[in-house]
């Protein structure tokens, strides 16, 4: 199991706003995301991490969606769970 740091933590809640920088297909800029600061992790593990991630940023898409708390702490939480089973 890999320790979840407060970087970790910090990173997974700024993962909303990074997402709607980046261009590309929703998945595609997860995957950019996860390989940038959890490169350490394995293939198959990415694509957990990818797949749980989409479905809480992919609406961040739509027309007025925006950021918020609550989807800060989502990724915060999600990060840290596949975290704590790597």
């Known amino acids: ?13 700024r ?21 940038r ?5 394995a293939a198959p593990a990415w694509a957990e991490l990818t797949q749980a991630l989409l479905l809480v940023l992919r609406p961040l898409l739509a027309p ?3 950021v918020t708390d609550q ?4 990724c915060e939480d999600i990060v840290a769970s596949w975290l704590g089973r790597q």
Do not use: C, H
């Open 1 to 13: 199991m890999a320790e979840v740091t407060e970087r970790d933590r910090e990173v997974a809640r």
């Open 15 to 35: 993962l909303p706003d990074e997402f709607l920088k980046l261009s590309g297909t929703p998945a595609g800029r997860i995957n950019k995301l996860v390989r």
């Open 37 to 41: 600061y959890w490169l350490q992790a």
């Open 64 to 66: 007025g969606a925006g």
């Open 71 to 74: 989807k800060r702490l989502t």
